[in-house]
């Protein structure tokens, strides 16, 4: 993932600096490289599950399965001081419960602090069996192939994308929907698939299966030439490709090739933070930029949410309730902030067993691990000059004001008014 990372920001940034030098401003540079990424891959060193190690004296650390996608782990911290240690626990991205690739998040219980994330803390949701989920999905594909179009699909490289393909590939081993070619055009994913594919014995319900994701009609798409060809393709396809949110990697291309057919449907299956081209899709778009051209939105935007991947409210709660008891503080991070405000108002009204402090760090807050003293939150560095530019992507809403604004100019019956328009933004500016 993280040379993968490396080559998305450099095609960002020469993208950039192509129109950065068109502007005659200076060029920017990534942050870092996939050459670089690579060289930092020597620097990993692979830790076992539920085992204490040592990251720094005076520090033990252990993991715990957090049940999110392959290989995420909550992290347990036990630091030495001059009376009994004092524990941490980061609860990392809790996930869900019945997943066909893993099982339930778990977890130590009695730490002094307990860090856990709320990014699904204000809504609930429906509970399915995988039968049940298989059968639904099943529906949604179904009736966006019965349009006469495309079926575009945004994954994440990592979980969500092993899962459609296996519930893709049980569908149509029950014939549910014949035999459609169904494209996996991300060469992360692609990679993050065979890693799957070797831990097989250890995906819960897809190791019942044998070669879980290697099913007849599924077409792994790894060059930029196969890529494009899928372009041509105009009904009958399921196209999966990353990015999840819309923002990088090949969907975009993909994204403009379908958006503007009425015949095709774009099925979101995760979540969508604010600001994201996927969100701004699901918000009801009727035009997004893409690449810096217009895209009309005429496909059908479908979106469901039982892939989902993170704890809804229900089952952080009972991850809460089952790290009790804790001793000095829960804080609710990584969530927005209707999220963290509704779990810290349930928690509130009925806290879990024992005295512990509830708290809501902002980015920047400093905690102070003192054991004699009330845990508080201070104030620290400001890390950004707006909090809100964390909340939303500010490329974006550009782009949305420049459809709005074109389709304002079009939109006016004669040129005097298209005048009138632009001198008002102009003072507006100036002002």
């Known amino acids: 993932m993280l040379p993968d990372s490396g080559y998305i920001q450099e095609s960002e940034v020469e993208r950039l600096n192509r129109r950065l030098k068109q502007r005659g401003e200076e060029a920017v540079i990534p942050i870092y490289t996939k050459e670089e990424a690579e060289q930092a891959l020597s620097a990993i060193e692979p830790t076992a ?21 392959l290989g995420a782990a909550s992290i347990e911290l036990e630091i030495a001081g001059p009376g009994a240690p004092i524990r941490l626990l980061f609860s990392g991205d809790v996930g869900t419960e019945g997943r066909a690739l893993h099982g339930a998040p778990e977890g130590p219980h009695g730490v002094d602090y307990l860090i856990v994330e709320a990014t699904y803390g204000d809504r609930l949701r429906e509970q399915v069996t995988p039968a049940a989920r298989r059968e639904r999905f099943g529906r949604e594909v179904k009736e966006a192939l019965a349009h ?18 296996f519930d893709l590939g049980v569908l149509n081993q029950e014939g549910f929907f014949g035999n459609v070619p ?3 055009d991300s060469p992360l994913a692609v990679r993050a698939t065979e890693v799957f594919s070797r831990h097989a014995e250890e995906l819960g319900e897809a190791a019942t299966v044998p070669h879980p ?12 030439e196969e890529s494009k060809k899928l372009n041509k393709i105009t009904s009958g396809a ?6 999840g949110m819309c923002e990088a990697g090949r969907i975009r291309h993909h994204l403009m090739a379908n958006l503007w057919r009425p015949q095709s449907t774009v099925l979101m299956v995760g979540y969508q933070a604010p600001g994201t081209l996927g969100r701004l899709l699901l918000d009801g778009a009727r035009a997004v930029r893409i690449l810096g051209e217009e895209i009309q939105v005429r496909a059908r935007i479908r979106n469901i949410d039982f892939y989902s991947a993170h704890a809804d409210q229900e089952a952080l709660l009972r991850w809460i309730e089952a790290r009790q008891p804790v001793s000095k503080a829960i804080l609710l991070t990584h969530g927005e902030p209707s999220a963290t ?3 810290a108002r349930l928690l509130a009204a009925n806290p879990p067993a024992g005295s512990a402090a509830l708290l809501q760090p902002a980015l920047g807050s400093v905690l102070r691990l003192d054991p004699a003293a009330e845990a508080t939150l201070a104030h620290g560095v400001d890390r950004l000059p707006d909090p809100t530019l964390a909340q939303a992507d500010w490329h974006n809403l550009q782009s949305r004001f420049q459809l709005e604004l074109a389709n304002a100019l079009r939109g006016a019956t004669t040129d ?14 100036k002002s």
Not at 148 to 165: D, K, Y
Not at 238 to 243: F, G, P, Q, T, V
């Open 148 to 165: 006469g179009g495309n079926l575009i699909i945004p994954v994440f490289a990592i979980e969500r994308t092993q899962e459609l393909l």
């Open 49 to 69: 599950l539920n085992q204490w190690f040592e990251p720094m004296a005076g520090i033990r650390a252990r993991l715990w399965p957090s049940g999110h996608i």
């Open 182 to 184: 169904i494209f996996l």
């Open 416 to 429: 005097r008014a298209r005048t009138t328009l632009l001198d008002r933004l102009r003072a507006a500016l």
């Open 341 to 343: 405000d509704a779990l």
């Open 213 to 224: 994701f290697d099913w007849r009609n599924i077409r792994f798409v790894e060059t930029v």
């Open 238 to 243: 399921i196209i999966m490709a990353a990015s």
